[in-house]
């Protein structure tokens, strides 16, 4: 009888001092992307296009976005790093039922390049290009490019500067 009664207590104590641990925060691996955290103004062409607010999650082993348009369109992505194959991932998930799931292609300092393929309202697979480019001023370069080539040639979407919101 005495060892059921520590099973709980042992279980707890692992949950607990294991939960502590938080690993992805010494990781740099984990650490790439840090540059896009913050709660920002987007810009594109000049005019405010949004609001995006990316947050540490998970005890720092993912990002989370929030990102909200003043006509109601809304979208939030998961962004993580995985230790399986070494690469980063997005999946978001819109207000008008949208879901793309990206996969890193390419990184750098400052940098972070995403792919996924899709398909558009007509039916068409795409593959969309994601890609985060941290600036010198503190602001953040979000383009998005779409291929119906397989990549051969893209065609440039929307391309977002991030500003620090005041």
């Not at 294991?18 to 790439?32: F, K, L, M, T, V």
């Not at 993580?80 to 990206?102: A, F, I």
């Amino acid at each position: 009888m005495k060892q059921l009664t520590l099973l709980p207590i042992l279980l707890l104590a692992f949950f607990t001092t294991h939960g502590q641990q938080r690993p992805c925060e010494a990781d740099s691996n984990y650490r790439h992307f840090d540059f896009w955290i913050g709660e920002w103004d987007v810009f594109a062409r000049g005019k405010k296009a949004g609001v995006n607010i990316i947050s540490l999650a998970e005890g720092g082993c993912a990002l989370h976005e929030s990102y909200t348009t003043p006509t109601g369109y809304s979208g939030q992505s998961i962004n993580y790093y995985s230790r399986k194959d070494k690469k980063w991932h997005q999946v978001w998930v819109d207000s008008n039922g949208g879901v793309l799931e990206y996969v890193e292609t390419e990184s750098g300092p400052g940098m972070l390049q995403f792919e996924c393929e899709y398909l558009n309202n007509k039916g068409e697979l795409l593959r969309s290009r994601l890609t985060f480019t941290a600036n010198a001023d503190g602001t953040v370069r979000q383009l998005f490019e779409d291929s119906k080539d397989e990549g051969k040639t893209w065609t440039p979407g929307f391309d977002g500067l991030y500003k620090p919101k005041n």
